[in-house]
């Protein structure tokens, strides 16, 4: 059974940092593209980023270039995303995701809540 289990969100201020992690298990983690997508209330589910599985190939949403950084560690089985620069339109549930080719989300977890306010 596939499990991506997310933790690190919380209330942050504009401007501050946050790193998400994820858990992963259940399939061959070194084998597959990973990413993170979110959704904000009255929102459509959203690509933030994206890493190829031996970390060689990243993505990023316009949004959060330069802002956010994805990385992966196989060995165990981890994906991370650093936050820094927050504004309050990054507020939203964030979840860890596996990807299938042609950037198609197979599976995600139940999600990290992000909010940013003053």
């Known amino acids: 059974e596939v499990q991506l289990v997310e933790s690190g969100g919380g209330l942050v201020q504009p401007g501050g940092s946050l790193?998400?992690?994820c858990v992963a298990s259940g399939f061959t983690f070194s084998a597959d593209?990973?990413?993170?997508v979110?959704?904000?209330p009255g929102k459509e589910l959203e690509w933030v980023s994206r890493i190829g599985n031996v970390a060689k190939h990243t993505y990023y949403a316009d949004s959060v270039?330069?802002?956010f950084?994805?990385?992966r560690d196989n060995a165990?089985?981890?994906?991370?995303?650093?936050l820094n620069s927050l504004k309050t339109e990054d507020t939203a549930?964030?979840?860890c995701a596996r990807v299938g080719s042609g950037a198609r989300l197979l599976q995600r977890g139940l999600g990290t809540q992000v909010t940013v306010s003053s």
């Open 19 to 21: 790193r998400l992690s």
């Open 33 to 36: 593209a990973m990413g993170w």
């Open 38 to 40: 979110r959704q904000a």
């Open 65 to 67: 270039k330069g802002r």
């Open 69 to 71: 950084t994805i990385s």
């Open 76 to 82: 165990n089985h981890m994906l991370y995303l650093q």
């Open 93 to 95: 549930m964030y979840f």
